[in-house]
T-cell receptor
């Protein structure tokens, strides 16, 4: 079953604008991760935010986590055409030595030059 | 350091055939896993391994077998391919949860079509 659900499913913006993607989930988690997938390629890890963290930055990326609302957002500032990709959130529950990573269906971001 | 290497990149199988998708990592990661990605969906976990000799089932294990004889390799076997197994398969690896570096690294994917 899918735990993380991204919103919107597709987003189209102009270069230079900010892009915001949201992720909602259903159960308690240990951490939440965001990945990027370019067409026909593998997933690239962008950022991980732990359940006791509320905000994290990495370059032009800003991730927030609200565990009370079971939601997260990914903000990409000053977007570039190269940011065009699918973005997935994945929630992780650590169970002993097992890493239970559950992915959402993704947001397709298109940045127009 | 090649990261996570998957082979083959593309494969077409006939229904009923068997094959093995290879996955190797050179980062000395304890944890390895296989996912499948279907159109418009996120990844779903097939099998995972927390170390050599230890494997366990994920969300969609039916029709697949795995083994982990070495730390580096984690092959995925399709026993009798079915059209429903047409998908993109991703192998991933990481340190175990207790390790401070817990980024998960993915391979480039294997596109499998079963006709």
């Amino acid at each position: 079953s899918q735990q993380g659900e991204e919103d919107p499913q597709a987003l189209s913006i102009q270069e230079g604008e900010n892009a915001t993607m949201n992720c909602s989930y259903k159960t308690s988690i240990n951490n939440l991760q965001w990945y990027r997938q370019n067409s026909g390629r593998g997933l690239v890890h962008l950022i991980l935010i732990r359940s006791n963290e509320r905000e994290k930055h990495s370059g032009r990326l800003r991730v927030t986590l609200d565990t009370s609302k079971k939601s997260s957002s990914l903000l990409i500032t000053a977007s570039r055409a190269a940011d065009t990709a699918s973005y997935f959130c994945a929630t992780e529950v650590l169970s002993g030595s097992a890493r239970q990573l559950t992915f959402g269906s993704g947001t397709q971001l298109t940045v127009l030059p | 350091n090649a990261g996570v290497t998957q082979t083959p990149k593309f494969q077409v199988l006939k229904t009923g055939q068997s094959m093995t998708l290879q996955c190797a990592q050179d980062m000395n990661h304890e944890y390895m896993s296989w996912y499948r990605q279907d159109p418009g969906m996120g990844l779903r976990l097939i099998h995972y391994s927390v170390g050599a000799g230890i494997t366990d089932q994920g969300e969609v294990p039916n029709g697949y077998n795995v083994s982990r004889s070495t730390t580096e390799d984690f092959p995925l076997r399709l026993l009798s391919a079915a059209p429903s197994q047409t998908s993109v398969y991703f192998c991933a690896s990481s340190y175990s949860p207790g390790h401070s570096g817990n980024t998960i690294y993915f391979g480039e994917g294997s596109w499998l079509t079963v006709v």
